[in-house]
């Protein structure tokens, strides 16, 4: 069945139904990983959002259900240029095409996802149409326009406390859209791992007496969490180490008087370079999903230093907060799609936790 793709700024993309046939209006990225696309699916960063992928065939390894990192897929719609029907794989258990009509996800093939992405680029992340219908242009695009990604923190986090057994220390992990591997990253280093919805409490999870607590990464404006940001700041006027990814480095920047702002089309992909400031000055290759960026102009020096910056385009990729036991990052260490070039800040928190305990 034919589909459109219809954009804030009156471009119409013409191509095939894919997922379900239901209309959505959503916010348009893309990202540009090669492999991977079942993760991009199922991170809840993508809640509020419908992803084109800009590599030009998606599903030819299948859904390998196991590589998930949450129980569900999350953004609002897919664009690809070429969906791959016969996935060729030993590990896929479905089809993408089944997949995405199974969890209720329209979407669009057959358009010139190079196109779409220069626009992006070009003008800016925008909004858009994924229908099946014939429309009147004109008519829709005061809908389009209108639309919000707004507060999603609340629908993707988890509702109660989850466990994690392990035999070391003991980690407390804030739910903000977290991604499955940032726990299984600290559960494979023996950290004991609880994981706390978004709205927990500060007290409530310094009370458990955690070694140390992570802030995990999430969908939407950071801004638009001011009740978790307040929550944040209890966290960091106390002494337990803190690692914060993604909007955990928001979120914490915010807490302590930095500011953050919306990029111009935001960093998702697999292949971001970031470089690192504190040390020698050494480039990881990393991987990324974000639309807001902190300030650097706006860190007060007092409280923390930027740690590592984008080798792109120099915007800030992480702090370490002064005299404190906490530090940031912006990209994703435990990747997943991605390369693993960062996962060493899950040892280096490990040891900022032993290092406090023994203090």
């Not at 990202?31 to 030819?60: K, W």
């Not at 009740?227 to 006027?237: F, S």
């Not at 005299?323 to 693993?340: D, L, M, R, S, Y």
Request: some cysteine; glycine content about 8%.
């Amino acid at each position: 069945m034919k589909a459109f793709l219809i954009l804030e700024d009156g471009t119409v993309f013409t191509g095939t139904s894919i997922g379900t046939q239901r209309t959505v209006i959503s916010e348009i990225v893309f990202n540009t990983s090669m492999t991977g696309y079942l993760e991009v699916l199922t991170d809840p960063s993508y809640a509020g959002q419908a992803v084109c992928m800009t590599y030009p065939l998606i599903g030819n390894y299948g859904i390998c259900y196991e590589d998930m990192e949450s129980s569900r897929p999350w953004p609002d719609g897919y664009i690809v240029r070429e969906l791959s029907r016969l996935p060729s794989n030993f590990r896929s258990e479905d089809t993408i095409q089944h997949f995405l009509k199974k969890n209720d996800i329209p979407g669009i093939a057959g358009i010139d996802t190079r196109a779409l992405t220069r626009i992006l680029r070009e003008k800016g992340t925008m909004n858009g149409m994924i229908t099946t219908e014939e429309v009147d242009v004109a008519s829709v695009l005061p809908k389009i326009k209108a639309y919000k990604v707004g507060p999603v923190v609340q629908k993707v986090t988890c509702k109660e406390p989850q466990h994690i057994a392990g035999n070391g220390l003991k980690v407390a992990l804030y739910d903000f859209g977290t991604k499955a591997d940032i726990a299984k990253n600290l559960a494979k280093r023996g950290c004991d791992v609880t994981i706390y919805p978004a709205s927990t409490k500060a007290e409530t999870v310094l009370a458990a007496n955690p070694d140390g607590i992570m802030l995990s990464n999430g969908p939407g404006d950071p801004k638009d969490n001011p009740e978790i940001i307040e929550e944040v700041r209890k966290l960091y006027e106390s002494d337990v180490p803190i690692f914060a990814i993604c909007l955990g480095h928001q979120l914490m920047a915010l807490a302590t008087g930095a500011d953050t702002y919306k990029m111009k089309y935001g960093h998702r992909g697999g292949n971001h370079p970031v470089r690192d400031l504190m040390g020698d000055g050494r480039c990881y290759i990393t991987s990324q999903n974000h639309g807001y960026a902190v300030d650097v102009n706006t860190v007060d020096p007092k409280v923390a230093v930027p740690a590592f910056e984008n080798v792109n385009d120099r915007t800030n990729e992480g702090l370490s907060y002064v005299g404190k036991n906490i530090f940031t990052v912006q990209f994703h260490p435990e990747a997943c799609p991605g390369p693993q070039d960062a996962n060493f800040l899950f040892d280096r928190f490990i040891d900022m936790m032993k290092g406090a305990a023994n203090a």
